[in-house]
């Protein structure tokens, strides 16, 4: 009986959200200035996979244009929209707010500050540290931001201070951001174009560096919906149904944060991902965690996609930035979101 | 499975909040803390169930000190109900009793068919199962204190710890609440403390009550020994009637102030 079975992934769901996915990702690999033809692409991808042999009848350029260009673009941009969908679910569980996004603690801003610290600072070289230096940035503000909500928080109560503590970290490093910035009057353009945010990196390197760490993190998240579900009754319940909810907030927000320092080192600033697509995610399949994570992580991905394939496609041959796209889709359906909310009953 | 608690010191904030409280809860038996508001009833429970730590004194659950306990053993000894229960909105009656079952899913784990079957048997014996579909923020009063205690139910303690289970109903259901929570007591020999305002239905169904005023024990023993007219005006500041009903049990009634509103 459907009653008597516990709220988790159900096959159908997760067929969809993959087929999406996979459907957005083909589109993503056969549009673009150099015209490929499908038949080939899906035969030289098969070619690709162990134990098969296709021959793609793809001309060499044509190859080097699908495996050098378009395929690591594509995954980047669906590796990093999962990854801070993923992010974003998580932080929503943590702080039991379905506004909670990834950079709530100051990610955003410690990137930022670490960005454009190397931008500044290593001016005249391309800079491989700028994707090291916004990870290490993204990372130390949301550890400062945590230290910091712990120590006022002691004795109260948890949540709130740590929000506040983030605020307060955010604000501070884009203060430090802008004041780096200003130094370095003719950097801004990199520096803009930085947090704008795109997926102008993709190579296979750059996913190659990000790959375990974002494995990492998103094997964590996934681990954690049900104990998600627990804490959404309160730390206090929670603790007497015998989960340390400490630990837990502890585990999921370091798993979280690492995706969004993954997701921030390799594309910049994209916002409205990781409140947006959860929510979907939520209005359509269910509120459980064990729901949210796996198919947010999904959705993300096909949401990004998407989002890239549009950025780079409807003023070619320019690209908008990828944060533009997301913003621009992200801003109304996140006016609509919190129209919805209004009004139901919030602890 | 008794609960004892002796000479017990709580702080919150640097702010006593109680002094010396001590009391012992017979196994398969029902005691109730009253007092006035903020004499610290609510917190005498949380230190049973180990959710704040002791300054001073010993609390014991079947022997063992709560606080010291994993959260996980202590889930398995005592189930709570709390006085606001924050119900996630959008989860099912369900899935909200099945997260009584979370001390004994593996921390990474998933619920086996054992959990399914056990929460399940907590909403039919509660009388929920036609709701188990249905989302919490479509409950009404009655059935959402039903749920909670459906919860507390699935996770199989041998000792209940409930905070006002009643406040927020009306008379009705109160009392199936409290009927309901006396059958599980019988049937299950559960143990059982429960904060109450109301101290007529607290003298109804407990077999000992616990007078909490401002942080200190004023009174602990059977209902007609607590309840008196004269310790209700003492502690509440009310003027009330105390006389014995049907079975013995003291019932109170409120005494309007005279020369006022004539």
Redesign the interface.
Known sequence: MRTREAARLRPLPLAVAVLVLLAAMLAALLVGPAGLPAAGVVKALADRLPFVHVDSGLAAVDRNVLFELRLPRVLLGAVVGGLLAVAGAGYQGVFRNPLADPYLLGAAAGAGVGATLVIVVLSDRPTPAVPLASFAGALGGVALAYGLGSTAGRGGSGTATLVLAGVAVSSFLASVQAFLQQAKAEELQRIYSWILGGLGLADWPTLAMIAPYAAVAVVTLLLHGRLLDVLSVGDEEAASLGLSAARVRLTVLAAASLATACAVAVSGLIGFVGVVVPHVVRRLAGGSYRIVLPLSLLGGAAFLTVADLVGRTIVAPGELPLGVVTAFVGGPFFVLVLRAVRGRAEP | MSVSVRGLDVDL?GRPVLRGVSLEVPAGAWTAVIGPNGAGKSTLL?AV?G?VRPRGGAVRVAGEDPWSLT??????L???A?QN????????V??YT???R??Y?P??G??SARD?AVA?QALDRLDLTGL??RPL?RLSGGERQRVVLARALA?QAPVLALDEPTTALDIGHQQQVMDLVERLRRDDGLTVLTTIHDLTLAGQYADALVLLSGGRVAASGPPGEVLTAEAVGAHFGARVHVAPGPDGRPVLSLERSRGEGR
Do not use: C, H, K, W
Request: charged residues 30%; hydrophobic residues 40%.
């Open positions: 904030e949380r169930l959710l959260p996980r053993r202590r889930a398995r005592v189930a709570y709390p229960p924050n119900l996630p909105p959008g989860m099912t369900f899935d099945l997260l009584g979370s001390p899913i921390l990474l998933r619920e399914r399940a188990a579909g923020d996770q």
